[in-house]
């Protein structure tokens, strides 16, 4: 049974760019929740998605950024026309149900940098 | 809200040496807590967990946590630790009374362990 699987595990983008960062959960897992870790900092929550639904974005930034998690397919986040604060580890957990104290699974992360 | 708050963001230890990384959180509502570890450009592994029952909780690798309700703290222990517990340690609450695993983590504490 694999993991949560995150690509690409690094990204770079130029100024201006799109970011695509793409979670497969564990097998089994609808529940879909990505975190940002800036640098020296801790993990900071930002959206929980079940198939086809955003349940919380209160942790999402308003503008630029949007997450999914299509019936079919990975869930991505996507970053628009990025700026250099975006620069950070993101990283995506999976689990089973959607209680609070179901363990939660992490990938490995993406790192994204931004020139 | 609730916030956590890990009280020591470097701790230095020998090998074999006894080591407490602290945690206290602040809550207006009931949580369960974590401990998570973070190797080097990993994701996050789950140490251990307390939902209820017994305040000591075992995890993995020999580690262990007591949940102080009154002091409102989590604090994680180890007897005797080894060189490859070297690593990032986070820890997280998230409310009782709501759906998904919505994790609010501390900032870390970077244990560092010296031959």
């Known amino acids: 049974n694999a993991g949560v699987m995150q690509n690409p595990r690094h990204l770079v983008r130029r100024r201006g760019q799109e970011a695509r960062l793409r979670c497969s959960p564990m097998k089994g897992h609808s529940h879909v929740y990505w975190y940002r870790q800036l640098p020296e900092e801790g993990l900071k929550f930002m959206v929980y998605?079940?198939?086809?639904?955003?349940?919380?974005e209160s942790g999402m930034p308003k503008e630029r950024f949007s997450a999914e998690f299509p019936k079919e397919g990975p869930s991505i986040l996507r970053i628009q026309q990025v700026v250099r604060g975006d620069s950070a580890a993101y990283f995506c957990a999976s689990s089973h149900s959607g209680t609070a104290n179901t363990e939660a699974f992490f990938g490995q992360g993406t790192r994204l940098t931004v020139v | 809200a609730q916030s956590v708050t890990q009280l020591d963001s470097q701790v230095p230890v020998f090998e074999e040496a006894p080591v407490e990384l602290r945690c206290n959180y602040s809550?207006?509502?009931?949580?369960?807590l974590f401990w998570y570890v973070q190797y080097p450009n990993q994701g996050l592994q789950l140490l251990l967990k307390y939902l209820s029952g017994s305040t000591l909780v075992k995890g993995i690798n020999g580690f262990e946590a007591e949940f102080n309700k009154s002091q409102t703290s989590f604090h994680l222990r180890k007897p005797s630790v080894h060189i490859s517990d070297t690593a990032e340690y986070f820890c997280a609450v998230v409310k009782e009374e709501t759906s998904g695993s919505r994790l609010t983590f501390g900032e870390g504490t970077q244990l560092t362990v010296n031959p």
């Open positions: 809550s207006s509502v009931s949580v369960y």
């Open positions: 998605l079940q198939k086809e639904n955003i349940i919380d």
